[in-house]
């Protein structure tokens, strides 16, 4: 195994979409063609399995060093209310170009730090959401929240508005690596707002855990796990940790490369989780991802019906899902397109009466196969090119890559379909990558993304 992790930890995207967003056609995509993909999606989907919302909040009170997301860092809590009116005049933009009223089956909040804003503001966001939309049968609504600016009232306002689903960032306990990470929390906090949402009534609390972090040693990981698993959360992400200092903007920079654990050494850390996980009676759901067989996620993976986006694993799959908010990303299932990054760019293309689009991807026939077999892999630890709508004029050249990886024991092949072995968990990006086709095509020059293991 040892061998095997040096030979397949490289650089290689999450696969959160595909194609990645590096590999988007350099074009982009015409307002026309954004609008006529949403609105052939909506047709198609919105009374049926409805549509999902992703609403980025940006802000922060404090800068947390291991975080590559887009967000703006603030103690003043005035920037609530513009920044919400303007995500509410973006939303009924897109109901204008709608031709009935949406009937949105997931919301999610993501951030920044959703819980940066106040219980009242919160509650003007989802009613502004709902003056123009319904809720789908079987909806299910969450957000992210930080421990230490989580209130009872805020969880509360969001119950009452249909959120039955939170997840909070733990990521570690010790206080060496929470110093480097500049993310301090105590247990005491992550305790109250765990026993506080299942007081209130909610139906999965999630816990998110990062390996690979400054200082980070299985003596702390198992001190970290301990402490999560006392409470029992109904999900467990434990990510990861995604090092990529060149990319702008980030907060990479409060500690050193050499204070990072690598290659078999940070992966033992994610076996030991792993173990401890089990031990605990969590169940293993796609890439990252562990949840007790009572959680709605587990009985997705049973299901078959589990689905990858950019909000990660959901547990149920919604052709349209549109991002509101800076930086958010929306799907059409046949193109993606991308707000703009910076708050000041976002707000003066609202205020010109226009969608604050700035680059995109139509997808081709090709890209809309590959798509498949990665969300395949990446969901069900399996795909199928027997049916000729999953065939693709490359498949030789992919099995070439998944013949070794055959050879290595990351996979089984059959005749027209292939299998990850338990071995092969850890690999399941680099199984994506043999997929990739862009990325064959166009190898980056320059850094893009973040080691696979």
């Known amino acids: 195994m040892h061998n095997l992790i040096q030979k397949y930890n490289i650089p290689g995207p999450r696969y959160t979409s595909y194609p990645t967003v590096p590999y988007w056609d350099e074009a982009g995509i015409s307002k026309e063609n954004w609008i006529d993909t949403l609105k052939k999606s909506f047709k198609e989907s919105n009374t049926t399995e409805g549509i999902s919302l992703y609403i980025h909040l940006p802000f922060c009170e404090s800068l947390c060093t291991f975080c590559a997301c887009n967000k703006r860092i603030t103690k003043q809590h005035g920037v609530e209310v513009p920044y919400i009116d303007m995500v509410l005049k973006e939303w009924n933009m897109y109901c204008d170009i709608l031709e009935d009223k949406p009937n949105i089956k997931e919301i999610h909040l993501g951030g920044g730090t959703p819980t940066f804003f106040s219980s009242e503001n919160l509650s003007k966001l989802i009613h502004g959401i709902f003056k123009t939309a319904t809720k789908a049968d079987g909806f299910e609504y969450s957000f992210e929240g930080h421990p230490n600016f989580t209130t009872k009232e805020q969880l509360q306002t969001l119950f009452n508005l249909g959120f039955t689903r939170n997840s909070f960032g733990i990521q570690d306990y010790d206080p060496k690596v929470q110093k480097a990470i500049h993310r301090i929390q105590s247990f005491e906090a992550v305790k109250r707002v765990t026993d506080d949402s299942r007081a209130i009534g909610y139906n999965s609390v999630s816990h998110d855990l990062i390996f690979g972090l400054p200082f980070q040693n299985e003596d702390s990981i198992r001190e970290t796990i301990k402490k999560t698993v006392a409470l029992k959360p109904d999900r467990i992400a434990y990510y990861s940790y995604a090092h990529v200092p060149w990319i702008k903007g980030n907060g990479q920079r409060g500690f050193k490369d050499t ?75 046949y193109s993606f397109a991308q707000n703009e990054k910076s708050i000041d760019a976002y707000y003066a293309r609202l205020e010109a009466d226009e969608l604050p689009i700035i680059k995109g991807h139509l997808l081709t026939e090709e890209d809309l196969v590959v798509r498949q077999h990665i969300l395949n892999i990446m969901c069900n630890l399996e795909t199928s090119w027997k049916n000729p709508d999953m065939q693709l004029q490359a498949l030789p050249e992919i099995l070439l890559h998944l013949k070794e990886m055959e050879a290595d024991g990351i996979l089984d092949i059959y005749e027209n379909h292939l299998v990850v072995k338990e071995e092969g968990r850890m690999f399941i990006r680099n199984i994506c990558m043999a997929f990739d086709l862009k990325l064959h095509e166009n190898k980056p020059e320059t850094k893009l993304f973040s080691m696979t293991i």
Request: negative net charge.
């Open 259 to 333: 204070d990072l654990p690598h290659d078999n050494e940070k992966r033992a850390l994610y076996e030991l989780g792993k173990q401890l996980f089990f031990e605990a009676g969590y169940v293993e759901i796609g890439m990252d991802h562990f949840a007790l067989p009572t959680d709605s996620m587990y009985v997705a993976m049973k299901n078959k019906s589990l689905h990858r986006n950019f909000m990660g694993y959901t547990s149920g799959k919604t052709k349209l899902m549109i991002g509101l908010g800076v930086s958010s990303i929306s799907d059409s299932w």
